[in-house]
């Protein structure tokens, strides 16, 4: 579990058309334990991972809920 710290514009599809993220900067995402990569900088671990890579979306609860 992790926050999405950044995107890129999207992936090409096998037409060339720009399809783009649907996931955005500040989503709290799950990602498998194996098949993102995982970086060390500076003492601190990022995971890389494409939006196929995202199990889900948490969603925080609301107040009213």
């Known amino acids: 579990v992790g926050t999405v710290l950044a995107v890129g514009p999207g992936r090409i599809s096998t037409d060339g ?30 995971v890389i991972a494409g939006e196929s890579d995202v199990l889900g979306i948490i969603k925080q609860k609301e107040e009213n809920e």
Do not use: D, H, S
């Open 17 to 46: 058309t720009l399809i783009p993220n649907r996931i955005e900067v500040g989503v709290t995402v799950m990602v498998p334990k194996f098949g993102a990569q995982v970086v060390v900088i500076e003492n601190k671990t990022y």
